[in-house]
């Protein structure tokens, strides 16, 4: 049982890490680009191009709003 709890926690600080902001906003857009290429049929490379745009852009988003929050201090 040991095992399987620090096998959970080492992906869940992985995963989530010290921003939780970006692991949601990465599953929103993977969760997206699902949809997209699940009810428009969409070329591969469209959907691979859209999904790197827009976790670029929950990263830079996420860094933004921590320079923001630390300059508020």
Do not use: H, K, N, Y
């Not at 699940?38 to 852009?57: C, E, F, M, R, W």
Request: hydrophobic share 65%; no cysteine.
């Amino acid at each position: 049982m040991r095992f399987a709890t620090a096998f959970l926690r080492f992906w869940w600080d992985f995963v989530i890490g010290e921003d939780w902001r970006i692991a949601a906003g990465v599953v929103v857009v993977l969760g997206a680009g699902a949809l997209l290429v699940a009810q428009t049929g969409a070329p591969d490379g469209l959907v691979a191009v859209l999904t790197a745009l827009g976790i670029v852009l929950v990263a830079i988003g996420s860094i933004a709003a921590s320079a923001l929050r630390a300059g508020r201090r």
